[in-house]
Every structure is written in structure tokens, then in C-alpha cells.
């Protein structure tokens, strides 16, 4: 038995403050606590109601936004609205309900459009790759890398004829690139 529900049962025959010192506690204590319970009591019930409350309006917005606010977005609505409540507890109540935003999809960029009625560039190259004059065949393509900040589009032009021409320099033969200079422009009847 506890000290609380031995004084609780014998308090009828005995004074409380001959038995709380004979347990060896305090009658505030016996008294304050009983009262305390009450109020924590009270407290939880209200807090519980408010909660069910909270909840409604957090899935209000939560529908609203079509599932994709999270707790600071649906707190900001919350304040926005007129309502008090901290964002820890929207975060709490969305998590014990399990309301969870989904997670954005990355879009990746599109760089060709498909969806079109015209005539595609006919293939002049037919896969002839193997070119030997310089500055007749230029190949292109663009790729994109995604980054912390965005896409970057990369785009490639090259010279297909890439012509090496071998020197001798202190006694090494050391290949020499004299196809592709930065800045030359391609002659008039290339392909690109």
C-alpha cells in the first residue's frame, strides 16, 4: 500500500496531519497533490479537445494545399487565419495523425518537344562518322546535369575530322591537335 492510500483510508479514524507524520510527509503535500491531479486532469482533457480541434483545421489545410504543405507551411496558415498555436504542436498533432506532406517530385527538364506536326531534318550523315576533312562534318548535341541550384544545359559542338599531326619535341613524339580552334566558324556547306 502507498503512503497516499494509507492516509486516504485511515483518515476517517485519525487527524491527516497525525498521518502524514507518521509517514514522514508533508500535509501539503497529501493535499496539493490530490488538487494537482484535478488540475492536470483538466488540463489534459482541454488539451485533448483543442487538439481535435486543431486537427480538423490541420486537415482543412492540409486537403487545401493538396497534400503538400508540411507543419511550418500549415502553421503559417494556421497564424494567418487568426489561430495561436505553436508550430511544434501543428509538427506534433500532423505527426500523431499521420499527415505527412509527399515528397516533391524532381522535374526533370524536357529538351525535345515530340508532340508536333512538322518534317524532321533529313539525315544527311547516315551515320558516316568517319570523316577526314577538317571543317566539313560538325556534330552538336545538348544534355542537361542537374545542381543544387537548378538544371544546367550543356550543349557540345565538335569538329568530326579531328586530325592529329605528331611532333617531335626534345626527343618525345608528343601528338599535336591542329583540328579544332576555339573561335572558327564553319565553312558553308558543312554539316551540322
Sequence with gaps: M????????????????TLCGLVRLSRSWFYGRQAGQDVRDERQSRRAARDKSLLERISHFFKASKGRYGSKRIHRDLCA??????????ARIMQENRISARPRKRRKPVTTNSNHQLTPSPNLLQRAFHCTTPNTVWLA???YVGTGEGWLYL?????????RHWSEENGACVPRN???????TSESGALL
Excluded at 502507498?2 to 496531519?17: D, E, G, L, M
Excluded at 487565419?81 to 501543428?90: F, P
Excluded at 550543349?155 to 586530325?163: G, L, P, R
Design 141 to 143: 548535341d545538348i544534355t
Design 81 to 90: 487565419d487568426g489561430e495561436s498555436v505553436s508550430e511544434r504542436r501543428v
Design 2 to 17: 502507498n503512503k497516499r492510500a494509507f492516509i486516504t483510508a485511515h483518515r476517517a479514524q485519525y487527524a491527516v496531519s
Design 178 to 184: 591542329c583540328g579544332v580552334v576555339h573561335g572558327r
Design 155 to 163: 550543349a557540345a559542338v565538335k569538329e568530326c575530322a579531328f586530325v
